[in-house]
């Protein structure tokens, strides 16, 4: 099997939590970006709450390994590629989730692009055009395409994956923090549309979670220490500090709740 490594944890001081085995049987979840890092910790939790889960991402073998990790611990998922930018490819991946396993009831919109470090108007026009496509409009784009299949069920739910930095923008992370902000905004709205469908669209804030993509911000001990200062929990985030918010979210016990962001971020300051 391929390698998936995360980077290493810092201890925590609540490492059990309780999974609701059958929260979510008989929904069918396509999670995007669910290969590494936040949603594929997405993806398994949804389908150990009982949840058949659509993973995807752009790399065939990234998608091939979760989907062999996941079958190996007896979870009902399926795999295929989906580089969120791409039509063709989301319109691919909603059809197969639908032929697969019979309709989509949720969506979790999860990829994000930064491929620029720095102040928001040190920004280069192709940087920004780059991470507004990928973490605004190809957000926008996938629920689009998830919704008439969602309709079909009679209802569902929408889940976006912004950023803490939406809220309280990272000084070096200007383009990308205003894309998050962005998704607040895109939350709202559509939740509003779709109130009176039974489709509720929330939104998630992580903090910073130790991933690939927070590396720079946490692999070495000088980067981490001044990270750490920044959490009033005094830990960094783990990918299943947000998974079971988003099983939460996307469960009956979340039912009236719509057009929210819930911040999961150890208590780093988080109001607009
Ligand atoms: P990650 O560990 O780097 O994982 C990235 C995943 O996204 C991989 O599965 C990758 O697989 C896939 N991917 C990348 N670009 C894609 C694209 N254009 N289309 C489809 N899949 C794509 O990242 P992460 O930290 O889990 O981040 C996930 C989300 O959480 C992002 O929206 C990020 O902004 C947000 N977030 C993260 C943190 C944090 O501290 N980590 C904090 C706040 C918010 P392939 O290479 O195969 O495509």
């Not at 390698?3 to 979840?29: E, F, Q, W």
């Not at 949720?106 to 994000?112: G, H």
């Not at 930064?114 to 409009?137: H, M, R, S, Y």
């Not at 923090?177 to 895109?186: C, E, F, H, I, P």
């Amino acid at each position: 099997m391929l390698s998936r490594r995360l980077v290493k944890s810092t201890p925590t001081l609540r490492t059990m939590s309780y999974i609701p085995k059958n929260r979510l049987d008989g929904k069918v979840a396509v999670v995007t970006a669910s290969t590494d890092g936040i949603g594929f910790a997405i993806a398994k939790r949804l389908a150990q709450e009982g949840a058949k889960v659509v993973i995807s991402s752009r790399k065939q073998k990234n998608v091939d390994c979760a989907v062999e990790e996941l079958k190996g611990q007896r979870l009902d998922v399926a795999g295929f590629v989906c580089h969120v930018g791409k039509e063709e490819d989301r319109k691919n991946l909603m059809q197969c989730a639908n032929q697969t396993f019979g309709g989509i009831d949720i969506l979790v919109s999860n990829a994000a692009a930064n491929p620029a470090v720095g102040g928001v108007l040190d920004c280069e026009e192709a940087a920004w055009d780059k991470i507004f496509d990928t973490n605004v409009k190809a957000s926008y784009l996938i629920a689009k395409e998830a919704l008439p299949y969602i309709r079909k069920r009679g209802g569902g739910s929408i889940v976006f994956v912004s950023s803490i930095a939406g809220f309280q923008p990272f000084g070096l992370l200007g383009a990308y923090s205003v894309s998050k902000t962005a998704l607040l905004g895109l939350t709202k709205a559509a939740a509003q549309q779709l109130s009176t469908e039974c489709i509720n669209v929330n939104c998630i804030a992580p903090g910073i979670i130790q991933t690939k993509f927070s590396a720079a911000l946490t692999e070495s001990p000088t980067a981490q220490e001044a990270t750490l200062s920044q959490i009033p929990m005094g830990r960094l985030g783990e990918v299943d500090d947000i998974s079971g918010v988003a099983a939460f979210l996307v469960s009956d016990d979340a039912r009236y709740i719509t057009g929210e962001t819930i911040v999961a971020a150890g208590g780093m300051a988080s109001r607009l």
